[in-house]
């Protein structure tokens, strides 16, 4: 009965990965809860359809009639040169994407994914380095961010954050909008960032990396998941990147979501399927339409 609040799923298939079978084999793991997350302004409706698409392809009925009810989606838009320099463009266009699933079958139950990333790595499946970032385009990537972060207030939805390598801006901003509703995605810090966002009144979500922990900080890690509160904590794979560790270095899927929930159970001195419970009880209190 595990929950993924944070994956891309038509990335797996772009990645030559069987997405009806991937499904399948969540409604076979009883999957509660697997969110499917935008990066781009426009993006929703192209991935909804590969989704029930590849839904559609399965044979039992059952599994058709749940899969579609436990796949949830978010609208966002991640920080990349071209939306960061169109940005004003970008939101109006994210604006109208959102009304128009707010009244759907369907809606969105978040928006994001958004935020600050400042990792440069231009061998890496972004392809930026720091030269596409001087000072104008960090101040436009900050207005980005919250820009969508007063578009979440305009329509009462929660925010799903992406901060990498950039705490400061990040605090900074949400500070700055002064609004409590929404994750840290993937969280990357340590606990006095953790106690940051938590007191702004923030969720915590872990993925997979934090298996990745060397012998030496697994002490400094187990402080970490012990820290966040049971009732801020969510666990996500940020699919189809981020594998965990026994999985590492292959393409991840929300299947393997079940090694990051061993690995903090133990360190919390939890069990699966209590952590499970928490995860999605906190996932029907923050996100939008969840039951």
Request: charged residues 30%; glycine residues 6%; aromatic residues 8%.
């Amino acid at each position: 009965m595990l929950t993924d609040t944070h994956c891309h799923l038509s990335y797996m298939q772009e990645r030559g990965l069987d997405l009806s079978e991937i499904l399948e084999s969540a409604y076979s793991d009883a999957f509660r809860l697997i969110i499917d997350a935008g990066t781009k302004s426009d993006d929703l409706f192209s991935r909804q359809k590969v989704i029930s698409d590849s839904i559609e392809k399965i044979t039992d009925e059952k599994a058709v009639k749940t899969l579609s009810s436990i796949i949830k989606y978010t609208a966002g838009i991640w920080p990349a040169p071209e939306a960061i320099k169109n940005r004003e463009e970008e939101c109006r266009t994210l604006e109208h994407i959102i009304e128009e699933s707010l009244l759907s079958s369907d809606p969105i139950c978040a928006l994001g994914e958004c935020g600050l990333d400042h990792h440069w790595n231009p061998a890496g499946v972004d392809n930026r380095s720091e030269s596409d970032f001087p000072g104008d385009m960090l101040k436009g990537e900050r207005e980005l961010f919250e820009m969508q972060i007063e578009l979440a207030r305009k329509f009462s939805l929660p925010v799903m954050v992406h901060s990498r390598d950039a705490f400061e801006g990040t605090y900074a901003a949400i500070k700055n909008c002064a609004y409590d509703r929404g994750e840290i995605h993937c969280f990357s810090y340590g606990i006095d960032e953790a106690r940051a966002f938590l007191d702004l009144g923030w969720y915590i979500a872990l993925g997979g990396a934090v298996t990745y922990t060397k012998k030496n900080r697994l002490e400094e890690m187990r402080a970490l998941l012990s820290f966040i509160p049971s009732d801020r904590l969510l666990l996500e794979t940020d699919a189809p990147y981020l594998a965990p560790v026994p999985e590492r270095g292959k393409i991840n899927t929300p299947l393997l979501i079940k090694h990051t929930y061993a690995y903090i159970a133990e360190m919390r001195g939890d069990s699966v399927e209590s952590l499970a419970e928490t995860v999605y009880r906190n996932s029907v209190m923050l996100f939008r339409g969840i039951e």
